[in-house]
Nanobody, 123 residues
Framework: VQLQASGGGLVQPGGSLRLSCAAS????????IGWFRQAPGKEREGVSC????????YYGVSAQGRFTISRDNAQNAVYLQINNLKSEDTGVYYC?????????????????WGQGTLVTVSS
């Protein structure tokens, strides 16, 4: 499974973005697709993930409240809506796929990674 993240850009604080993760095959080929981000000078962290079959969602502590993950299996895509963007949301956002199960915060469990998309929140 190949994953491609897109939708990043320069956004003012308070703005919104919707990131897209497009899969080369059916999203149902994996149990879960997740979003991770790496802020400048920081380690990569889990933002959110979704079970592809039943749509169960998981959020990291920093993502609760302003982030919404969704999927469209017919389009082989997963989305991350980010509202009320803050400067600390700046970073490279990656999407990843996990073949079996959902171990959200275990990054080594995610076998498929896309290239990142850069989100910059600045006035």
């Amino acid at each position: 499974v190949q994953l491609q993240a897109s939708g990043g850009g320069l956004v003012q604080p308070g703005g919104s973005l919707r990131l897209s993760c497009a899969a080369s095959m059916s999203t149902l080929e994996v149990d879960a697709i997740g979003w991770f981000r790496q802020a400048p000078g920081k380690e990569r962290e889990g933002v959110s993930c979704i079970r592809t079959r039943d749509g169960t969602t998981y959020y990291g502590v920093s993502a609760q409240g302003r982030f919404t993950i969704s999927r469209d299996n017919a389009q082989n895509a997963v989305y991350l809506q980010i509202n009320n963007l803050k400067s600390e949301d700046t970073g490279v956002y990656y999407c990843a796929g996990q073949s079996t199960g959902v171990r959200f915060q275990v990054q080594s469990a995610w076998g498929y990674w896309g290239q990142g998309t850069l989100v910059t929140v600045s006035s």
